[in-house]
């Protein structure tokens, strides 16, 4: 086993400078005859479903941890743990669904052995609502052209940066909506809250992430 998104967010506008999300066909009844036939022994089958699915679990974890050696670890991790549990997967719902599950826990399990705590998180309470559009982008356009790659690179450092200073929940939930592209229905069963509470985690999160890169914002 070698390790190596539902509807993308209508909701947030994704100016020029900003990360793609990832993009991947997303192929449900394809992954669930890899299942079914991976759940009958069929090593090639998982394999292939390993191949469909590490680069967006790769991506998640990386975003959240922000280390590349561990993410990869992690990674492998989370489909060694799929293939242990894939006995008990039925198919009440989408094995991207699934496996996203199973990288949330195991990240969490990192933080907590770790006792990583986000440095610098901030109250919700503190915010002015009334001044923060909680429609806009998650990350700020530098208005830069396509091949200005030091601009870009910079930016995706503060933004780096910045996603580091949030809470692991409202972390995952920027992540997973807009670089994963998941539907809040989705990242919901992932986190294993309400869609509501889903979107409560993305307002204020971009809250945070517009006060943190306002100098970004302002030369949008």
């Known amino acids: 086993m070698n390790i190596g998104e539902d509807d993308a967010s209508k909701d947030v506008r994704r100016p020029k400078g900003s990360p793609a999300p990832v993009t991947l066909n997303d192929d449900p009844e394809g992954d669930l005859r890899l299942v079914e036939l991976a759940q009958g022994g069929d090593y090639a089958a998982y394999d292939e479903l390993v191949t469909r699915h590490r680069g967006r679990i790769f991506a998640m974890i990386r975003n959240m941890i922000h280390q590349e050696a561990d993410a990869w ?34 990240v969490y399990d990192w933080v907590r052995k770790r006792k990583v705590e986000g440095a610098g998180e901030l109250n919700d309470e503190i915010f002015e609502t009334g001044r923060i559009d909680p429609a806009s982008s998650t990350t700020p356009s530098l208005g830069a ?11 995706r450092v503060k933004i780096e940066a910045a ?18 592209g998941l539907a809040y229905k989705e990242i919901a069963e992932v986190m294993e809250c309400s869609i509501g509470t889903v979107m409560s985690r993305l307002y204020y999160a971009r809250q945070k992430l517009q006060v ?6 302002q030369s949008r």
């Open 73 to 106: 670890d992690l990674s492998q991790e989370v489909f060694i743990k799929a293939w242990k549990a894939l006995p008990r997967f039925e198919a009440k719902a989408r094995f991207s669904t699934w496996i996203y599950r199973i990288a949330h826990n195991a």
């Open 212 to 217: 943190m890169l306002k100098d970004e914002y």
């Open 163 to 180: 996603l580091s200073k949030l809470s692991e929940e409202h972390r995952e939930a920027v992540v997973l909506k807009d670089v994963q």
């Open 145 to 155: 052209a396509p091949d200005d790659s030091m601009e870009r690179d910079e930016l």
